[in-house]
């Protein structure tokens, strides 16, 4: 593989899981750590991608406000218009982090009258810009690599939250694994949304599908909603749909 291809094909993965590993880089590539590096150093020096330890971050998720950062933005958009048909008056909604969940707080009509809780603070901002609704943005450790609030005391704080629906988005999601993450901290943190919710929408592009990460969230079966950028009839989509109800 020319270091073009090389180089295109780790752009495309940080785009699409937001966060990559020099590690996971170099076995799917089949080429030495310090070849990642490499590649990362100079996609950086290019403004391509923003390096961190051991791997890289997607520019997309870290300055979404950026115009034409933002990658797949018109199928997020799509998503979250389709996400849009589970809110209802009244109800309590837990939200997480990622691009999606800001077009989808873009969205959200002004006269709606529900009560929100997220962990991204960037997703609060969004929300608060509605007249009707009372956010909640949980505290604790603000994760430089994901924006998102993560530790200790965001768990014990879900802990004592009863929601209606969860809105969550996803790097992986396959019919074997379910739903998965290369980060250990958003791993206990999605857990816990999860866990304190009557029902659960996974919105993702339909590219992260039957993918996996190195660890689980939680299994398929805990999944209610599907939400993609594809026709809830799509042949791509049709063992999922034998397991959960495809939006």
């Excluded at 009557?198 to 299994?219: C, G, Y």
Aim: hydrophobic fraction near 40%; include cysteine; glycine fraction near 6%.
């Amino acid at each position: 593989m020319l270091k073009e291809e090389r180089q295109a094909y780790i752009v495309h993965q940080i785009n699409l899981h937001n966060k990559v590993l020099s590690s996971d880089l170099s076995i799917q590539l089949n080429v030495s750590e310090d070849t990642i590096r490499r590649d990362l150093n100079e996609l950086a020096e290019n403004g391509q991608v923003i390096k961190v330890y051991g791997g890289a971050l997607s520019k997309s998720f870290q300055f979404p406000f950026q115009e034409g950062n933002v990658y797949a933005k018109e199928g997020k958009k799509e998503i979250a218009s389709k996400a849009l048909s589970l809110i209802v008056n009244g109800m309590s909604v837990l939200i997480g982090g990622g691009t999606t969940m800001i077009e989808l707080a873009r969205l959200i009509p002004n006269d709606l009258q529900c009560t929100f809780f997220t962990i991204s603070p960037l997703v609060a901002l969004e929300l608060a810009e509605k007249d009707n609704i009372d956010v909640f943005l949980l505290g604790g450790k603000l994760s430089r690599n994901t924006n998102i609030v993560t530790g200790s005391q965001v768990v014990n704080e879900l802990a004592d939250i009863r929601v209606d629906l969860c809105l969550l988005g996803t790097n992986s999601l396959s019919i074997e694994e379910g739903i998965t993450d290369s980060d250990w901290e958003v791993v206990q943190i999605k857990r816990a949304m999860i866990k304190c919710s009557k029902s659960l929408a996974i919105l993702s592009i339909a590219e992260k599908l039957n993918s996996n990460q190195k660890m689980r969230v939680v299994p398929l079966k805990e999944v209610t909603y599907l939400i993609t950028d594809l026709a809830p009839n799509d042949r791509s989509l049709k063992d999922f749909a034998s397991s959960i109800k495809v939006i």
